[in-house]
């Protein structure tokens, strides 16, 4: 066809050849000032499998769209599934356009990707796949004014009242002394996909938490950002500069008299008279920088040859030690995935390596959509930037575009209620702080490693990877999650002395004893939290005699998941059930939420089995101690703060919880009888399960009440 005799044409090996094997031919679009990196990271390959006696070349060829005027070419190449090239590189916007093309990379470079920075994978997971690495990735930061900021004793900024408040001193000093061109802030929202960005990114910058996702443009987060975004603009800049593009923000940059205060770029290295930082946020600590560039993927229509040694080269690519030289010959131009790197030595000799660690980078959402919301985007918001609309009418467009025609939960806000989550405890009394403070080593290390590190092994999407409604899963593929998961989760309990008080026998017991954290809702919270990892913790890392799993660890992270997967539609009908949860009848709701669990309980039929287990393993009998003692304390705190007596109110459920859980206590297994062919036995076997799960549901919500 007419397009690939024209490729004949417009290809440029950027390689020198010399290999007679295997022929790996990468296709990405012109760009010149990547040349540079593109024959880097070829030399070094073809280098490598020189000295590793691999019979593979690798070349890469660029193509120009204006000397083809059919559409984008490796769009058309992929459209017609051409075996003509192995590997493309393509920008990261085009992921989710791509991603049924392209190979899952992840089974393949488990290890090397399990390295990278779980905020950059997260964005090239799509259905479940990762079908691209990050090659050169590029990311926004702040230019300060060194000069002005020694003279008035300032500092860069690390939130935006700071920018902002510095930026009014500092121009009512200079204008005070004749100079009045000096310019406050750039900001870079122009009409384009810069502006979406830019957009984007303050909006992110503006979440209350380091681990809080992009909060939705129908948030209040939006609103405040919007609102401040405003304020910049009209007080310490103009609509013609915050529209102007990045060639006006370089010229003021590099010019000799320096006649701008802050500037939001792309990163473009060191610039004589200037500090580069990380975007301001709401507070300190909280940032957002835009992060975008090129990825590398395979295409899954080509040859088991050509699949084979194009994994290769991603090997080679991928590797920490390329990483690294590769940190080291471009230094800051570029943002890695593998976080690590910042913490060698040898790097950080080259490179601000405190910068690097301190970005938050945000990248657009995966959604083949985009280009046409972003126009959206731009247009909602600049009726209120630059216009007379109103606020709510600039998120209330946007929000719209996103829910009814994206259908994007990523960009959708999360549900608005009274009460907002507090991980780290913030907002909890200063008796409770000091009370739980050696817990919060724990707390602070999980929250800023287990959420991104979990929410990417889940696939980053839940919903995707361990769904059965999703028929693109399996209930294989959500087990290798789970397990992964949990390797992950229980390293970061297990590893370091952050958690050592935290995991210590009845440390949460202790504490919700101690009667110091039950004067506010707060208060409440930051308890169920500790409970509930406490709990999760001996459910899902603490390990039997023989050194696995306890069975309900087991049973859980297997068995349940086909089941719950052979019956999806009973779990998603209980799932989507309500429950009346008024004040008085909290615990009853939950204690009903335990009743309608039973329904799949029939198809459970190794509970008897697990029940036993449990009580003769000596370390997995400890476990189940150990959680009833915070169920126990639990309930204790909530009869207290409810004036109720739960013992009365719900009789037959703890005379069988207590009856079952003294065999536990007492060790006597072996009164444990749950024959199948026996009719009582059934029976008592459906009360303890009816206790137990009521119990632990019961428990789970009680000090949120």
Wanted: charged share 25%; hydrophobic share 35%; net charge negative.
């Amino acid at each position: 066809m007419l397009v690939f005799k024209l490729l004949t044409f417009l290809v440029i090996c950027l390689c020198k050849e010399w290999a007679n094997g295997i022929k790996i031919n990468v296709l990405t679009k012109d760009d010149y000032s990547l040349s540079v990196y593109y024959n880097y990271i070829c030399d070094s390959f073809n280098n490598y499998a020189r000295m590793n006696n691999l019979d593979i070349e690798m070349s890469i060829k660029t193509y120009n769209d204006e000397s083809y005027d059919g559409g984008d070419v490796l769009d058309s190449i992929i459209a017609h599934k051409t075996d003509m090239y192995d590997m493309y590189i393509f920008d990261q916007r085009d992921s989710a356009n791509y991603a049924d093309s392209l190979l899952n990379i992840y089974p393949h470079l488990s290890k090397q990707i399990d390295m990278y920075d779980y905020r950059i994978i997260s964005n090239i997971n799509v259905d479940g796949k990762i079908t691209g690495l990050p090659l050169f990735l590029n990311y926004d930061v702040l230019y300060s004014n060194e000069s002005l900021l020694s003279k008035y004793g300032k500092k860069a900024p690390q939130t935006w009242d700071d920018l902002f408040e510095t930026a009014i001193y500092i121009l009512e000093e200079e204008n005070a002394r004749g100079n009045t061109n000096l310019i406050g802030y750039n900001g870079l929202f122009t009409d384009d996909s810069i502006g979406a960005s830019s957009i984007y990114e303050f909006i992110y910058s503006f979440r209350y938490s380091y681990n809080d996702k992009f909060p939705g443009f129908s948030s209040s987060v939006a609103y405040d950002a919007l609102s401040k975004l405003k304020s910049l603009k009209e007080n310490i800049s103009s609509d013609n500069i915050f529209q102007s593009n990045e060639g006006f923000t370089y010229d003021k940059l590099f010019s000799e008299n320096k006649n701008i205060l802050f500037a939001k770029s792309v990163n473009i290295g060191e610039i004589q008279g200037y500090i580069k930082t990380s975007i301001p946020g709401r507070y300190e600590g909280i940032s957002g920088s835009y992060v975008n560039g090129k990825y590398i993927g395979i295409p899954n229509f080509i040859s088991d040859t050509k699949i084979s040694a194009s994994i290769e080269v991603l090997k080679f690519l991928t590797t920490f030690e390329m990483q690294k030289d590769f940190a080291i010959k471009f230094k800051d131009s570029v943002y890695l995935p593998i976080q690590r790197i910042y913490d060698s030595m040898e790097v950080c000799e080259v490179i601000d390596c405190t910068l690097m660690r301190e970005l938050q980078p945000i990248f657009i959402p995966l959604n083949i959509n985009y280009n046409v919301f972003e126009k959206k985007l731009v247009s909602s918001t600049y009726e209120y930037l630059y216009g007379d609309a109103p606020i709510s009418q600039a998120l209330d467009r946007i929000d719209y575009y996103v829910v009814y025609e994206m259908n994007d939960p990523y960009l959708n806000s999360p549900d608005d209620n009274d009460f907002e989550f507090d991980p780290l405890g913030t907002k909890a009394s200063e008796e409770c702080q000091a009370e739980v403070k050696k817990s919060m080593t724990c707390i602070e290390k999980i929250f800023s490693e287990i959420e991104p590190k979990s929410e990417y092994l889940q696939g980053l999407n839940y919903e995707t990877v361990c769904m059965p409604s999703n028929e693109k899963t399996t209930s294989e593929n959500c087990k290798t999650i789970v397990k992964q998961g949990l390797d992950v989760v229980c390293k970061v309990f297990e590893e370091g002395d952050e958690c050592k008080d935290f995991i210590a026998d009845d440390n949460v017991v202790n504490l919700i004893n101690s009667g110091k954290c039950q004067n506010s809702q707060d208060d409440i919270a930051l308890l169920g939290e500790l409970a509930a990892l406490k709990s999760a913790y001996l459910m899902g890392c603490k390990k039997s005699d023989s050194g696995k799993l306890c069975p309900i660890g087991q049973y859980a992270t297997t068995t349940a998941i086909d089941i719950a997967f052979n019956n999806f539609k009973t779990v998603e009908k209980l799932a989507e059930q309500e429950y009346d949860n008024n004040n008085s009848n909290d615990f009853e709701a939950a204690l009903d939420l335990g009743n309608d669990i039973l329904a799949l309980f029939p198809l459970l039929k190794d509970i008897g089995d697990i029940l036993v287990e449990s009580c003769t393993d000596a370390s997995c009998n400890k476990n189940i101690i150990a959680i009833d003692k915070i169920i126990l304390a639990t309930k204790s705190a909530y009869e207290k703060s409810q004036n109720v007596d739960l013992t009365k109110q719900y009789p037959k459920v703890f005379e069988l919880y207590d009856t079952y859980l003294n065999k536990y206590r007492n060790k006597q297994c072996e009164m444990f009888n749950f024959s199948s062919d026996n009719s009582s036995g059934a029976t008592a076997l459906k009360k303890i399960t009816y206790s137990l799960v009521s119990m632990i549901v019961a428990a789970s919500v009680l000090l949120l009440l």
